[in-house]
């Protein structure tokens, strides 16, 4: 007497789905990508903007910068976070032109695990010694190169365990411009990218929260990650100096300072990581988080829903800013915002600009 | 034992080769007893590893609070989305999986007379079990969400006008259809390969005996193969349920994630293990880690609820052996 | 479906074979319901070969560009460079990864799933048979990534910190064959050459271990039920001809090593195609390394990393044709070892001269003929 019951539970479950598919009115953003950026966006941001605007519904899925670029580029979302800007190879493939709007900045630390040395001592590392690191060139940490800028720390004997990412990373794009700037071995054989050949054999994480959790297990390991994740998991960081030759701690500040610097040099579309820049406050590694929106949001297919999206992307440029700094990110100087409030005033929905 | 005489020789060759194979049964029962030990301490320590990461953060709120609520912004985040998602999108699956996975094993197994096109099928099957989820997700990416190069003019008239029959051909996005889509292709071939398998060992009198008696081949499928087989197809079932509940690749790019409750499989879907997969690789914050190890303990809990359920079922009918 | 099944007949323990229940009216199925169940039963097995179709021909038309640029050299080249304008890829060392890891997977899986199942069905108690069942069907119930997390923080540091060292200390002194050397002309010797390197946790061993946590579950399961199947006068009649508990045994796993095979298939296949646990523990770097602490990289861990993160066609391209070699590789594997079953099958056929051995030899039908027998024993 089975199959009775059986079609009584089909039955019963489609009319669960059926009930469920009860519409409601308001306006759905639907946004995917970088995790980085997750913190601000889930607790801050959507809430706040939720609070003030009823009518619209936005729903944010951190799965990856990469998995957020290949959505955008199959326009199967709204918006994209992404942690490095689109490549250009990236931007032939979309369907139309993508506009890149920094939303926050962050630095991206050296954070490490050397058993003996006190987590308040922070080691000093320069770009050269990093690049060579990171080439397999420099083996242990009691090397004389990492010793010169470690004058007052006691070294231990002990191989270096480079640690990278696995997946293809905004951060490894950043990071890998770093040491191509720094380094003209690293820029010939290695080159920037968000995924690369690793030269030095090391361990490959998966996503940042897999580099941060080998270096935080494995003695003599060195790993770059987003800041969250070296201050969330206590990791010990490196202080790194910087173009005026000043060890720097990865703070917000130094990120703001960097950033102040750089804002002249930034091109017109705003894809620029911020490299090594002058300043003896600045700190040399950091990026800014894009959100990244198509220029033309015809495929939206409602002039509600790419209205509601450029009003929510104003928001964050402007009112949004002001959470950045609670949320342990770094908010984006006036000058930038003024760029990028004009960027997004050419924003159209069937040739008709959607702010005004 | 050199003195006794040569003629014995067969009798205590005899005696010694009854000693050693004694000797062999009984390491071989103690072997066995060891390694079904050691593999219920591995379910332990995974298992209480899990429970115990997990039950700290378990209250009513995970169950019956979205992450994200809009009508109350500042409502504590739970994970009733996911655990819906999961409920919905495996449910489908296995409304689609199942009859298909048990068609293609009852095929193999009674049959695939055609030698080559029954080898032909059962390495298909085989392969398709062993393909990544990954590469099956991204298929059902490619049919179910992207489509623009699949179905163009006509093919996608037609397909508009089957949407009331099949709701997953709207338009392109990820949708809880899609996800449940790529699960249901996962699922088929592990159904039929177990089928297959458990139909097979069906003694052949028994079929023989139905047959001789005048049932016609149908007949002896659903009255004697079928119930003799039952405990193992629902096995593979169950198997294969447990395999897609925890998958999280093919969702990635088909399902898309939904941070509010859903239940219209048209629109996005969340599900239990992409919610870990997602709290896992954000920034190390508390409330985060607490979702990823409160979302596996929830999902392995719906698991064992299931399996005992399908257990509990089946052993109501199962009133031979 | 039928909407009504009466009381199942009796199992082959034919406790109670009676005859088989009148037809009821409306079931009376005749050639047409024959033919209705016979072409449904098609259309899922043609369903599958559709499904896979279109499984090869997406992979297949999405790696086009780098078949035509690489062609075979794919297969023997380990160099992966994805940076644009240094394109250059090749597969093997993921090949490597992919089948070493599976392969220790199996090396530890394979016993410890047979004897549980054996332990489940023919020594447990009932009580006990069922609860260890039970709980074995539980562990296949842990999704991957559970496995994943488990692995990477409670695994990976106690292999680094306890396991792989105490494995070091006993292993680096076997040297049974010189097989090359390090830097330095050291000589490479052969089983102590398995433990060469750093003890990092996260590296082959790892993954070998996390895979073959993943795939016990389920061999014993569908062993157990392959073993459950096994009509019990196989067993009485070993047992009359005098056989111990270990040779009725094998009476038994001899008459159900098909299924067996298909349940160790099925294993090594989940191993292959496994993802998120894999890339959560084994180190995911480039290399062959023959060192079980040498961290590796397999073919469905690549995909899982970098599918989408390619960012030009051609880095695509060969993303998506490492899919096509893993897909082909489960193929070959998988006819590989269809054949060996039926040639199993088939001496078995010629041994016991029966057309229909393999599924049901006559109980006579021993253990292989390699060893003596209780019954060659006796008169011998």
Known sequence: MSYPSKTRLLTSVAAILAAGAVAHAATDIRGAGSTFVAPIMLKKWIPQYEKTHPHVEIDYQAVGSGTGIKDITAQTVNFCGSDAPMTDSQMRHTPTAVLHFPEVAGPVVMSYNLPGVPPSTH???????????????????????IKALNPNVTLPHLRILVVHRSDGSGTTYIFTGYLSSVSKRWKQHVGQSTMVRWPAMGRGGNGSSGVAGIVQKTRGAIGYVEFAYAMDGHLPYALMVNKAGVPQKPTIHGVVVAQAALVKHLPKDFRLPIINPPGKKAYPISGFTYLIIYKDMDYMRSHAKALATVKFIHWILTKGQNYAKSMQYARLPSNMQKRLIAQLKTVTYKGQPLLK | MSTLPTNSSPARRQRLYNLKARLISWGMIIFCTCVAALAVFCLFAIFGYIFYRGAEYLNWNFFFHSQ????????????????????????????????VGILCGIYLAEYSRDAWFSHLVRLVVDVLAGAPSILVGVLAYEIFVRRINLYHGFALRLMRAVKMVAPFVAKGDPSGWAGAMALAFIMCPIIARTTEEIIKLVPAHLREASLGLGASRTQTLFRVILPTARAGIITGIMLAIARIAGETAPLLFTAGGNNYLSTDPNKPMSALPFEVYKAYQSPPRPSWQHQTWACMLVLIVLILIFNLLVRFVSRNKMKVR | M?????????????????????????????????????????????????????????????????????????????????????????????????????????????????????????????????????????????????????????????????????????????????????????????????????????????????????????????????????????????????????????????????????????????????????????????????????????????LANEFTSTDHTIYRAAVFYVGLVLLMSTLIMNTLARLLVMRVTRRKAQASGGKRAGRNPPPSDGPPKTDLGPAEAYTA
């Open chain 1, 123 to 145: 080691v000093h590392l320069d770009g050269k010694t990093l690049a060579n690191i990171y080439l397999g060139r420099i083996r242990h940490w009691d090397n004389s190169a």
């Open chain 2, 68 to 99: 994200a609520s809009r009508r109350h912004p500042s409502a504590p985040s739970g994970a009733a989305n996911s655990i819906v998602g999961t409920l919905i999108m495996v449910g489908l699956a296995s409304i689609f999986g199942v009859p």
């Open chain 3, 2 to 302: 039928p909407n009504s099944i009466a009381e199942p007949p009796a199992p082959p323990s034919g406790a109670a074979a009676g005859t088989l229940p009148a037809p009821r009216r409306g079931l009376v199925l005749g050639k047409k319901a024959d033919w209705t169940m016979h072409a449904l039963a098609l259309a899922g097995a043609a369903a599958m070969l559709l499904l896979l179709a279109l499984l090869v021909g997406m992979i297949f038309s999405q790696s086009l560009p780098a078949i035509r640029r690489y062609g075979w050299g794919f297969l023997v080249s380990t160099h992966w460079n994805p940076v644009v304008g240094q394109d250059r890829y090749g597969v093997l060392q993921f090949v490597y990864g992919t089948f070493m890891s599976s392969f220790l997977g199996l090396l530890i899986a394979v016993p410890v799933s047979l004897g549980s199942a054996i332990m489940i069905v023919r020594i447990a108690p009932k009580w006990l048979s069922g609860t260890v069942s039970f709980l074995v069907e539980l562990l296949a119930a842990v999704p991957s990534i559970a496995y994943g997390l488990w692995g990477a923080l409670i695994m990976v540091p106690w292999l680094q910190n306890h396991g792989e060292p105490w494995l070091k200390a006993i292993g680096r002194h076997i040297k049974l064959i010189p097989v090359g050397h390090y830097r330095h002309h050291k000589i490479e010797w052969f089983p102590a050459n398995l433990v060469h390197g750093g003890a990092y946790g996260a590296d082959l061993l790892a993954g070998g271990l996390i895979l073959a946590l993943m795939i016990t579950p389920i061999i014993t399961a569908v062993t157990r039920d392959v073993l459950r199947a096994v009509p019990p006068d196989l067993e009485q009649g070993a047992y009359g001809l005098g056989a111990t508990w270990w040779q009725a045994t094998r009476v038994v796993l001899g008459y159900s090593s098909t299924g067996i095979y298909g349940a160790i298939i099925l294993g090594f296949a989940r191993a292959v195609g496994e993802t998120m646990a894999i890339i959560m523990v084994i180190g995911n770097s480039d290399q062959i390394k023959l060192s079980l602490f040498a961290s590796a990289q397999t073919m469905a861990g690549l």
